[in-house]
């Protein structure tokens, strides 16, 4: 049999399984709810996710005040952008975090403490 015609066989073999192993892999995770992270912006959210998060004083008058809302701290711990440049990921016991995203059409920076039990909302600057 010819090199090009075994390649061929090959190439069609792997693609059919690459197809397979996607929907199988896609509908795992909606089912179970997992995500993929592999890159530190991802993991670094996904661990402050994962822990019981409490809020500072300032942001709890935030949302009194309705200026901001639990949803909008989501926004940040989902679709935010880590600035490892500014944060402090050397300290212990509590790592800060200063995540950029946007608030109600504005830009704006939280500051996250993120400790090894829970991760508290410290402030957020527009």
């Known amino acids: 049999m010819a090199f090009l015609k075994r ?3 090959f ?8 197809v397979f192993l996607t929907i199988f ?5 909606e089912e179970t709810g997992t995500e993929f992270c592999y890159f530190p912006n991802c993991r670094t959210l996904k661990d402050i996710r994962a822990k019981q998060i409490s809020y500072s004083e300032g942001i709890v008058q935030l949302i009194g005040r309705k200026e901001l809302d639990s949803t909008d701290i989501n926004g940040f711990l989902y679709n935010g952008e880590v600035d490892f440049g500014k944060s402090e990921t050397k300290t212990k016991p509590c790592k ?3 995540i950029e995203g ?3 059409d ?6 996250v ?3 090894s ?3 508290v909302i410290e402030s957020i600057s527009f």
Do not use: H, M, R
């Open 96 to 98: 800060t975090y200063y």
């Open 117 to 119: 039990e829970k991760a």
């Open 113 to 115: 403490k993120n400790c």
């Open 106 to 111: 504005k830009a704006a920076i939280l500051k």
């Open 7 to 9: 390649l061929g066989f």
């Open 25 to 29: 892999l896609k509908k795992k995770s």
């Open 102 to 104: 946007v608030v109600k």
């Open 11 to 18: 190439l069609f073999g792997l693609s059919i399984g690459l």
